[in-house]
């Protein structure tokens, strides 16, 4: 992959990072658990480590997983991933293991914290 390549992807998470905030900002998050997420998301964004990870995904992976998987990352409950996204808890499980299952086969499957 090319360097315009690598930079457009990771500028992608990022984007899709700064939409995930902003969908956090009109839910009905707690104002305490949306502050808290969002520092950890703004961390998360800053870390390269992270961005990598989900860089070295970004072919197996959806724009939706991804912002399910950033989710995960920052330690965001089941119960406000549900209120965030509007779905029930169930599929938030569901979604949890849809994305285990694409990437199981993969070596740096464990930098996710699933």
């Known amino acids: 992959m090319t360097a315009t ?4 992807s990771r500028l992608s998470i ?3 990072a700064g939409s995930l905030a902003r969908d956090m900002a009109c839910s009905s998050i707690s104002e305490e658990m949306k502050e ?3 520092r950890k ?3 998360i964004v800053v870390d390269d480590s992270v961005l990598e990870a989900l860089y070295l995904y970004n072919d197996k992976i959806t724009v939706t997983d991804i912002k ?3 989710c995960f990352f920052i330690g965001m409950s089941a ?3 549900s209120r965030l ?3 029930e808890i169930n599929s ?3 979604v949890r293991y849809r994305i285990r299952k694409k990437l199981k086969n993969d070596p740096q499957f464990n930098l996710i914290p699933l």
């Open 14 to 16: 990022s984007i899709i």
């Open 41 to 43: 998301l703004t961390s």
């Open 79 to 81: 119960i406000d991933i």
């Open 68 to 70: 399910y998987l950033l």
């Open 85 to 87: 996204f509007n779905i």
């Open 36 to 38: 808290l997420y969002g």
């Open 92 to 94: 938030v499980y569901t």
């Open 5 to 8: 390549n690598d930079t457009t």
